[in-house]
């Protein structure tokens, strides 16, 4: 590597000298990103509703004597062996007198109960279950977010040229470089929601042009959750979540992670949508309805999506889509052109039956399009989806028999007949041994285009394979991570060929002897294969591409207001056809927040080298709220960002985040209309939010 010597001198430096701070709620969420990102392996990600979760129960802690199942499941860090260890408990011997009788449980083992301290309480007051809408709208709160975010340099889609120029290419955008975000949001508890959210990207018009109307993305809606029998009822834009992914599941959920027991997906029926993609939502309205162990959600939706649409030639008028836009940008005149020309009509239902420890469920769900869809047919994706509609079907179970929870799915579509399912189970030897096993087999022809079934691929489809993770406690301070998954591919993919196979496994040494300090250390190599690069341009054979990522994370609260977090990781990757590639970052975190004092400062400093964008490092960042920033540091160079918050009035929060990218070996950052010439790049946050 060419990071100079003195560099890594300093930065050892700050490792020796940063000995993890307490699990806050910072800390937890910033490790559930994290999670995901290092799942997704991308940059832009919407987690307004894991953010907003965590948050509210932060500012309102559940109360254990009277939390139900769902209430647990919401909080989204217990597991269902978890959840009902405490119910078992509540109804064997009582309410919780004090929070230390957690300790007790025996599936709760310290770290878990240091993770949900900052989220729950135990008190003789029982929350009320059931809300009315009259007393909702008394005892709720108003917020409302403001925010700009830019980049510092000119990027080439922003150069200033004739509008005749400009109205026949595809290389420049229409609006400017920034990008506005506004949220108004009138809530109380989880049970009442009424809001409207609107942005506009970078590059997209503003008072202008194609949007006249401001905002190029406008989501609105109000729903309600607290009745006996109407258990839930949205209206606008919300999301719907099913079983464990296959059939339909809306927004982002988990997958492999450090966190090897979190496999089992916790689905939410039905609630607000308030995030900014402009895909993975409904639009219309929705209703869950309950009766004793009964409940029924019911659904529908209809809204616009982007597609390129191509006229048949041998048929007057006939118009079909050959590919659809899931970006959601509308900068060029490619992308304006494309804007909600398909409309996108979905309903369905899922009915369920649950008890304390068993559940099982069954739910249909149609989608349809105006137009029928008809991208171009290659040998890799044959199978995939076109025409104009298509049926799900699925029915998922869950069930909890002393130390297992069993769970899993099956669902066929109509499109095909393709089936897929998934399997799994959860189990604890003891308080300090957790084991975890997902089997999944989706056929080459299943289609769904809302789901998230537990998968390598991005796609709930053309996979098998086989998850298996530990996590052994062997002491309150030393954790033990690990797993291993084996899959493999029946049919081709986009660049790869033929069939393959691939296996992952990970494992992660944690030694955390006080809730002030943490260290973890972390080993995960993954294995796939692609076309090689060599080529006689008859027939591509498949390759083993091998990464390895090698991770130290040390963290130490120094004081109740500073708390430093230092991490290197370094990557390796080798294939057959091309040489050896690795890449190393190394990062220091400040973070200062006093109790007493309404400034708080956040600060990074990193040097990152990496031999391409094959090599790239996701690195979670700190931002304001409802902002996020896992950006991908490749090439050679360092980075910087400090961000303040600011607090005035108890009602007023402001941030302001500043930082910088310098580029040791690129004249030029990025390529086409995204070009910046230069080897700095620049980017700054300001955002207001106002608490009423």
Known sequence: MRIGFKHIIGVCFLFLTSLSFGQEKTDIVQQRIEFI???????????????EQLNFFFDNPMNLNSATSESLQDLGLLTELQINDLLLHRKLFGKFIS???????????????????????VDDKLDQLHVGIKEAFKNGKFEAYFRVQAIG????????????IKENSNSYYHGDANRYYTRLRFSYRTNLSIGVTAEKDPGEEFFKGQQKNGFDFYSAHAFY??????????????????????????????????????????ANPLKAYTSVDEVRFLRGAAFDLGYKNFSLTTFGSYKGVDGAILADSLIEEQEFVSSI???????TNSEIGKKHTLNEIIFGSNLRYKLRNFHVGIAAVYLGYDKAFAKDTTPYNQFDFRGKSNIGLSADYNWVFRNFNFFGEVAQSSYSGGFANVHGVLFSLDRRVSMSLVYRNYAKDYQTFYNAGFAEGSRTQNEKGLYSGVKVNWSRAVTTNAYIDVFKFP???????????????????????????????????????????????????????????????????????????????YVTINRNSQEDQDGIILTQDVIFKP?????????RYALFDTDSYDTRIYTYENNALYVFSVPAY??????????????????FDVWFRYGVSIFANRQNIGSGAEEIKGNTKTDLTLQLRIKL
């Open 37 to 51: 990102s290092e799942q997704l392996e991308a940059e832009n990600i919407d987690l307004t509703e894991l953010v």
């Open 325 to 331: 836009n899931l970006n959601g940008l509308h900068r």
């Open 595 to 603: 109790k007493s004092f309404p400034l708080s400062l956040s600060m």
């Open 225 to 266: 959750k607290g009745g006996k029998y109407l258990k839930s009822v949205a209206l606008g834009d919300y999301q719907v979540q099913i079983g464990q992914g296959l059939n339909f599941w809306s927004g982002y959920s988990f997958g492999k992670s450090a966190d090897v027991t979190n496999v089992k997906k916790s």
């Open 491 to 569: 049919w081709m993919k986009f660049q790869v060929d033929g069939p393959s196979l691939g296996h992952e496994y990970m494992i992660q040494q944690s030694y955390r002897p006080s809730r002030d300090f943490e260290i973890y250390v972390r080993f995960r190599e993954q294995s796939k294969q692609k076309n090689s690069r060599y080529s006689d341009g008859t027939i591509t054979e498949l390759e083993d591409i091998l990464q390895r990522n090698y991770r130290i994370n040390l963290s130490y609260k120094v004081s109740e207001s500073i708390k430093l977090k230092s991490r290197l990781e």
């Open 153 to 164: 340099e000119n990027k080439a889609g922003y150069e200033d040229v004739a509008d005749s």
């Open 99 to 121: 929070i230390y009788e957690l300790q007790g449980l025996p599936y709760w083992d310290m770290n878990t109960i240091y993770m949900v301290l900052p989220f729950v309480r």
């Open 634 to 651: 490749y090439y050679r160079g360092s980075r910087a960002y400090a961000m303040v918050r600011y607090t005035f009035l108890r009602r």
